[in-house]
């Protein structure tokens, strides 16, 4: 059985920071894409940044590029997103997400998310 589980959300003022984490189990995820998603309160998940366990590729949202960023720790099976500078905007429940590669999300292993509340 596939699970991904978060850790590390909390409450933080603006400008602060917060690392997340994801530890997967279950299979090995080394030619799975990873992501971070996120959903804010009455607003639809949205994508956050992305990269292949590989490590080939990664990709940011525009809204967090320059302030958030991942990395994995292969013998431990867990991605990290470590997340500067927080704006209140930042507000989510926090998902972290893994698919094969000819697959959608839709179709992918979800976790069961990690809140983050950034105060002003």
């Known amino acids: 059985q596939v699970q991904l589980v978060e850790s590390g959300g909390g409450l933080v003022q603006a400008g602060g920071s917060l690392r997340l984490s994801c530890a997967a189990s279950?299979?090995?995820?080394?030619?799975?894409?990873m992501g971070w998603f996120r959903q804010a309160p009455g607003k639809e998940r949205d994508f956050v940044a992305v990269f292949s366990w590989s490590g080939s590729s990664t990709n940011y949202a525009d809204s967090v590029k320059g302030r958030f960023t991942l990395s994995r720790d292969n013998a431990k099976n867990t991605v990290y997103l470590q997340m500067n500078s927080l704006k209140p905007e930042d507000t989510a429940v926090y998902y972290c997400?893994?698919?094969?590669?000819?697959?959608?999300w839709g179709k992918g292993y979800w976790g069961q998310g990690t809140q983050v509340t950034v105060s002003s």
């Open positions: 279950g299979r090995t995820f080394s030619s799975y894409i």
């Open positions: 997400a893994a698919r094969d590669p000819t697959t959608t």
